[in-house]
């Protein structure tokens, strides 16, 4: 039996738990006839996220909880190339506020806020700012970067220079572009090193300046991956092992990385199989998560039916047959890193113990 309808076979189980979980109507719930429907009751808006954070010194903003938690609300999974090619908004962000010495707070006199803060591995030349409403509900977010993508071969990360950089405003919808002048302002006002640049007659020249200013409309439902991210012919059958809500950090098929691009076509050293006796993984996808580990770990318990579960505090192994093949699926909680997620198929089944 070849890989894809082994895999098949497996795709029904997920297909029948998938089923399982709808619920069924009842005679007593059935349709109600249109001269007697109940009003229509208008779905509650949901109300962003508020940050509120204490009077005084700042945290580092990218571990500050309230902070991560606003903008995983703010960007979801969507991903981009800004201040790296092709990766999570989130991530880019986070990173450009991670400095913890750096960090300011401006209350704008309409009662707006503005949270501040910089990469400081490169000088701030990227750097991030949150505009926030009076209640401390994200409005915008305002990322200084140089459109970042991978590029040559090898593929190197290559970056537009400082005199091209670029402010990207993501923003909610229906804010106005003059709602984001504090942000146009804030990128302007140069980090200590990049001033001493900007300010010297020999390198002024090639200082940073924001060239070019951008919106985009914030999108937190996107998904975070997609199937050009996937070894190719991956089994569609098998698609719901991989959460929606999740990105994908590598993918491997037949013992060769598929994805990232800086990894694509290198040979995968699997430490781990070859340590526990297994035989190398015919397929395997590596994702994250943002949700809490409990419900990671809950979610796939429901999906695959069947599966053997061990776990304790901070680890999951779910693991069982397919057909011919086997399947294990290791999740790890890493605190601020998220829940790490290791799906790993083998088109024969494993021998009990491995």
């Known amino acids: ?95 450009a506020i991670s ?53 040559g071969q090898p593929l190197a990360r290559v970056c537009n220079p400082d005199p091209q950089s670029v402010l990207t405003v993501f923003h909610r919808k229906g804010m106005l572009v003059g709602e984001a002048a504090p942000l146009l302002a804030w990128a302007r006002q140069l980090p200590p090193m990049l001033a001493l640049i900007a300010a010297d007659d020999e390198t002024g020249s090639d200082g940073q300046k ?43 098929g037949a013992g060769v990385f598929t994805f990232p691009l800086s990894l694509k076509g290198k040979k995968q050293n699997n430490v781990l199989d070859e340590a526990e006796g297994r035989p190398p993984r015919d397929l395997e996808v590596a994702l994250r998560s943002y949700a809490s580990f409990d419900s990671v770990v809950e979610l796939y318990r429901k999906t695959i039916k069947g599966a053997r579960l061990q776990r304790n505090e901070r680890t999951a192994y779910l693991h069982g047959d397919l057909g011919q093949g086997s399947y294990r699926v290791y999740i790890r909680n890493t605190g601020f890193d998220g829940v790490m997620i290791d799906v790993a198929l083998w088109q024969k089944k494993l021998v009990a113990g491995q």
Not at 99 to 107: G, L, M, Q, S, Y
Not at 118 to 133: K, P, S, T, V, Y
Not at 222 to 242: D, E, T, V
Request: glycine fraction near 6%; aromatic fraction near 6%; include cysteine.
């Open 1 to 95: 039996m070849n890989t894809v309808s082994t895999y098949r076979r497996f795709g029904g189980i997920l297909l029948w738990a998938a089923c399982a979980a709808m619920p069924v109507l009842s005679p007593a719930k059935a349709a109600t006839p249109a001269a007697v429907k109940a009003p229509a009751i208008a779905p509650r808006a949901i109300v962003p996220r508020a940050i509120v954070l204490p009077a005084g010194q700042l945290p580092r903003l990218s571990e500050e909880p309230q902070v991560r938690a606003a903008l995983f609300e703010f960007f979801g999974y969507a991903r981009g190339s800004y201040t790296d090619d092709d990766a999570l908004l989130l991530e880019q962000a986070l990173e």
């Open 99 to 151: 400095e913890r010495r750096d960090a300011t707070r401006n209350v704008l006199p309409d009662g707006r806020q503005l949270l501040a803060s910089m990469n400081d591995r490169n000088q701030g030349r990227e750097r991030g700012a949150i505009l926030l409403d009076k209640r401390g509900a994200v409005i915008a977010f305002g990322l200084v970067n140089g459109h970042c993508r991978l590029h």
């Open 210 to 252: 924001i060239a070019t200013v951008e919106y985009v409309l914030a999108q937190p439902a996107l998904p975070g991956w997609n199937r050009a991210q996937l070894p190719s012919g991956f089994p569609s059958a098998l698609l719901p092992l991989l959460l929606d809500k999740s990105t994908v950090l590598t993918s491997a």
